[in-house]
């Protein structure tokens, strides 16, 4: 789809586990429905300035639908503080009880340096 457009993308695969993020490189991040907390820094850092995270994982609120390591689901606010050196555009928390989930959602952009 991005060559119907005419975009070019540079994407890249790595264990997340074991890869240095390369700072200020990426415009764009997307986190979905992962945790791994010790990665909250480094995306951060490589973000390019005016660059953009889209970050979704599941809160502890979804354990009311079952059981769930803990360790794998974000505090209240967790999201929104790990980040709190981007500017914020939009966080919610949010529940979707037909597909039993609870989810934090964070969309925010590393400021340009002053």
Partial sequence: RAREEGLELDLHLADLETCELPAGTFQVVVVMRYLQRSLFAPLGRALAPGGVLLYESFTRDYLKYGPRNPEHLLR??????????????DYRETEDPERREVRASLLARKPFAP
């Avoid at 929104?80 to 050196?85: K, N, Q, V």
């Fill in 76 to 89: 209240p606010g967790e999201l929104r503080e790990a980040f709190r050196d981007l500017e914020i555009l």
